[in-house]
């Protein structure tokens, strides 16, 4: 018969309490939370106002014009493809490399993944105006005998993004599968109904475990490939074109170090509004805060090494559009946007190098807003100076976007959060079964360190009555 020890008990207590409190954060949020799933709607709201004006009058509304052809659509569309890349990318690098202290946030770091690629998807379809004919552009047998341009790098798009959005929330929705049995059995009414059907009969035996970890390690390896290629397809977009500012061979690791930026950011920011809205204080911990700044940190450097290397490979070359182009981006009517994006980019993530300022929730949270603000001005600056200073000086025209753009994009961050915080409504946003492994793990290592301690205070005393019996 085995005996239950007073530590087994400790521990059981322990992880009731985990499904406890992350059960209970999904059924009674701090009121912030409403106030801001409120403000997301009407911001979707006004989107859709947008939307419609552009649908009925014409894409006129948009300003887009020649040689504005990609305006802010396609750099909205870049920034939130960017933003879904560090989810899903760092679970799978840090879950390879056995990291513990991803497990209390990766799932909304994952699930931010994946609204970001719907959010994604919706600007080429806005972008293209007739929004009726989206169905042209699918690659299927017709009488009309038209077919996409496999050679065009927005069909490599399509394939690259569709992909990794189906990889995304598969990986997603089966890291979920024993939380999911852990809600089923814990809950009633509309709620166990959902989770008995997504738990796909989970019951923990050790057979299920044993293939949820193969098939989990599977997809994270796969992920991380499959994430790198899919920004350096949307990278080629721009550097498969021979137009000054874009023909730039660092492109493909400057867009995957700018989405890991721009979505480690995001995740400071979601960090921060979850521990507060569900009250994960003792989940969501500082020295995680803390990783994850200098994890932003990190990146920040290599991204802005990557923008000196683009500045010097200008200066230093023989071609004159591209050099010309560079000093106007720096001087010229986009100065004000180039000089904040480099602040927000270069210069204000060394607030995460200062401890003290790491461990200051207010100031991280306003840090990682004006990080992403500076990541979106980048992506803008991509595609707006090329298109207004071109080869052609004819073609020379400043554009900032008209309102409805503006509209549009502004209720694309609603529709994100909308999406995000009803998600960690219905759907545990915290791993309870891997924060129970490192809990696990955590006393483990504590009890070997103690026994460890022990038998070192142990060895002098054996030794010497041993000394003294020999």
């Known amino acids: 018969m085995t005996m239950v020890t007073e530590k087994d008990i400790n521990e059981q207590i322990a992880w009731a309490k985990i499904n406890t409190d992350v059960l209970k954060s999904m059924e009674n949020p701090r009121p912030a939370y409403w106030v801001t799933l409120a403000v997301c709607i009407a911001m979707v709201a006004c989107a859709v106002v947008a939307e419609y004006i552009q649908y009925t009058v014409g894409m006129g509304t948009a300003n887009l014009n020649n040689p504005h052809m990609w305006d802010m659509y396609i750099a909205a569309f870049v920034f939130w493809i960017g933003m879904s890349h560090s989810g899903t990318l760092l679970s799978a690098i840090l879950h390879l490399i056995h990291a513990d202290w991803r497990k209390p946030i990766y799932r909304f770091a994952e699930a931010m993944t994946t609204f970001s690629l719907m959010t994604a998807g919706l600007f080429p379809m806005i972008h293209l105006g007739r929004v009726w004919n989206l169905y042209w552009v699918l690659p299927y047998v017709s009488d009309r005998g038209h077919w996409p341009n496999f050679r065009s790098p927005l069909v490599w798009d399509a394939f690259a993004i569709s992909t990794y959005l189906t990889a995304s929330m598969l990986f997603l929705f089966v890291g979920m599968i024993p939380d999911l049995a852990i809600c089923r059995d814990n809950t009633s009414g509309w709620r166990k109904k959902l989770y008995t059907i997504l738990s796909l009969g989970w019951i923990g035996s050790d057979r299920q475990w044993r293939h949820f970890r193969k098939i989990y390690l599977l997809m994270a390896c796969f992920l991380i490939p499959l994430a790198v290629s899919v920004h350096s397809i949307v990278s ?235």
């Not at 460890?452 to 019996?469: F, I, L």
């Open 236 to 470: 080629a977009d721009f550097a498969m074109s021979i137009m000054p500012g874009w023909h730039i061979t660092t492109f493909p690791p400057y867009f995957v170090a700018g989405a890991l930026y721009s979505g480690c950011a995001a995740i400071i920011t979601l960090f921060i509004l979850l521990r507060y809205f569900f009250r994960f204080e003792d989940y969501m911990t500082l020295p995680i805060m803390e990783k994850t700044c200098k994890l932003t940190f990190a990146i920040a450097m290599v991204w802005t090494y990557l923008n000196l290397i683009e500045f010097a490979s200008v200066w230093y070359g023989h071609d004159i559009y591209n050099k010309e182009l560079l000093i106007a981006k720096a001087t010229g009517a986009y100065a004000w946007i180039f000089w904040t994006m480099i602040f927000c980019g270069s210069v204000l993530p060394f607030a995460l190098a200062i401890q003290k300022l790491r461990r200051h929730m207010p100031t991280m949270f306003v840090v990682s807003l004006f990080l992403n603000l500076g990541m979106f001005f980048e992506r803008w600056m991509i595609v707006a100076p090329t298109l207004s200073m071109s080869q052609e000086p004819h073609q020379w025209d400043i554009m900032y976007g008209s309102i409805v753009e503006w509209a549009i994009v502004f209720g694309s961050f609603g529709w994100f959060g909308m999406l995000f915080l009803i998600f960690v409504k219905v759907f545990p946003s915290v791993s309870m079964y891997e924060v129970k492994e490192m809990v696990f793990h955590r006393n483990r290592s504590a009890g070997e360190e103690d026994l460890a301690r022990m038998t070192d205070h142990a060895k002098p005393v054996a030794q010497t009555t041993g000394g003294e019996g020999a």
